[in-house]
């Protein structure tokens, strides 16, 4: 796990599958150009649409979050979902694209323990996602010793199995400040 987010722009995020949860690393990367927005990886309209909706986010809130205007207008910047064999879809990823994107535009880390889901506003609220049950147990099953989930999915505590509540640390998120605050080494 350390390994793969050992560079800033790589985000660990959580993700529902038809057989439970699984870990996806959001990987991002910027080359000069002129704001383009490339996206990899077999990934579904609504996980395009949440990737649009964290630079969008980004480019509104960069003074905020001490990242040069100019430097966003003159790079490219691509998103990618590895393991492009398999189909990806849904809004859970937003908060680690943004997390991605504001790891590679500083130069920061995240950290390697933690994963995150939630699907982000154009606000910078973090929305209630499905599946929390599943998406703990893989985090759990992955080693990770912290999960950054959506505020408003607290209701589903109590389905996470304890093995899977004992050996995590959950940090409860209402706005993308928060998954910035948790999340950035």
Request: glycine residues 10%; aromatic residues 4%.
């Amino acid at each position: 796990m350390a390994t793969r987010t050992s560079l800033p722009g790589v985000a660990t995020c959580l993700a529902w599958t038809a057989v439970g949860g699984d870990i996806l690393f959001i990987e991002a990367s910027r080359t000069p150009g002129k704001g383009k927005l490339q996206l990899t990886g077999q990934l579904g309209d609504v996980m395009r649409e949440s990737a649009q909706a964290a630079l969008t986010l980004i480019k509104a809130r960069a003074g905020a979050l001490s990242i040069d205007p100019k430097l966003l207008e003159a790079s490219d910047i691509h998103i990618h979902v590895p393991g492009g064999a398999t189909p990806k879809d849904g809004p859970s990823a937003g908060t680690a694209m943004f997390a991605a994107l504001v790891s590679l535009l500083l130069g920061r880390k995240l950290r390697s323990d933690t994963a995150m889901t939630g699907e982000i506003s154009l606000r910078g609220q973090v929305l209630p996602v499905g599946g929390i049950r599943e998406k703990v147990v893989a985090a759990a099953a992955a080693g990770l010793k912290r999960v950054l989930l959506p505020a408003r999915n607290r209701h589903d505590f109590d389905d996470i199995p304890e093995a899977a509540r004992s050996v995590l640390d959950f940090i409860w998120l209402e706005t993308v400040d928060d998954v910035l605050e948790n999340a950035l080494e």
